[in-house]
């Protein structure tokens, strides 16, 4: 990354850490939720306890050799890791390795009968199905006499906060759902953001998705707004070409969060109804790119994807990973400023996130010392706290 005073990348192998945790106990309980919901034979159980070993006592190992994206995963480092145990890699790399082995051992990547089926699936359809869904879709009647820019408000903060619902978050995080969401937001940039959306009927919107269920249904909302009330011309949804992080969106969620919403009826019925016309005419399309599920920062991007935020008027990207992406896997002084972070991005770019792991960038002094005063270090990790920050420059900036 241009510029930038080093923060260190983050690993996971500080004991008492929240990313040593992750790597501890949330993907040894991962398995355990995936074993349990699947009638999985022998192989995929014998597979399943050589990932729980590897993980935890082992060491990073390579790729099968027939893998179809073992040239893909030596190009994202894996020769560099191999051999050497998963928490002294950099932690984002162990993560995203983690769930690529756990399709392995469960058959995702076939040939056979389990090729695509979904390991997440029945925590995700959970979700989409809860009556929390419901009423959240019902109270979308409520804004329709809005005047527009309370909706296009509410519409944002529904997506913004949407990203609380984190099936992989709330496997370590027991309550985090109930607790609380902090009134205020740690910074906010929704000026900046909206001013880059002007109801002109140009321009074409990425939104890189986050969480299937119940954060894509309000992120397809939002979407379906902009396209209608012309802030946006076209949309690009960007999801993952595999499962990943537990709750990570596919096209599969994508189709059935459509479906939820076409049968839901009022409002969310309508909106359903522009987002399926914006598909069949090419106003709304899905990408699912490899590096979406790399285990890299988006500085280190390739050039096709690059052309395509270049080309975007904005790119929103959603959730705590994503932003760990964005700005870099560090540990960040809070205040050092986003669009410094950012200055490698070929585009305009907006994060809307709820704050689930160390990194943070962006913070005025003042901010910081109280979120410290009032919460320790849990802010940070805890899904209290949101944020939208936007760089409207796509361009390197002077310091
Ligand atoms: O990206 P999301 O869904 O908002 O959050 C992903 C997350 O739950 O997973 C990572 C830890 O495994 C953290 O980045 C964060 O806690």
Known sequence: MPDTPFAPVILGNEPGSFPHSVLAERHPAIIGQVRDAFPYGPGQHRALDELLRSC???????????????????????????GRPWFDAPWLWSESYFYRRLLDAVGWFGPGPWQGVDPFRPFKRAELDAPETDEEL??????????????????????????????????????????????????DDSDVLWSLLPPDETGTLVLVADNAGRELVPDLLLIAHLLAGGRTARAVLHVKPYPYYVSDATTADVVDALRRLRTAGGAAAEHARVLWSAMADGRLAVRAHPFSCAPLPYADMPDDLRAEFAAATLTIVKGDLNYRRLVGDRRWPPTTPFRRTTAYFPGPVAALRTLKSDVITGLSAATEAALVAAGEQSWRTSGTHALIQADPSGQVHPE
Do not use: C, M
């Open 138 to 187: 019902a109270a979308l009647d409520g804004l329709r006499d809005l005047p527009e820019q309370e909706r296009a408000k509410a519409l944002l903060h529904g997506s913004l906060w949407g990203n609380r619902a984190d099936l992989g978050f709330r496997l370590s995080a027991a309550g985090a759902e109930a607790r609380e969401a902090s009134p205020g937001l740690v910074a």
């Open 56 to 82: 935890t006592e082992g060491t990073i190992e390579p790729l099968p050799a027939d893998a179809p994206d073992r040239d893909r995963w030596h190009g994202w480092g894996l020769a560099g890791h191999t």
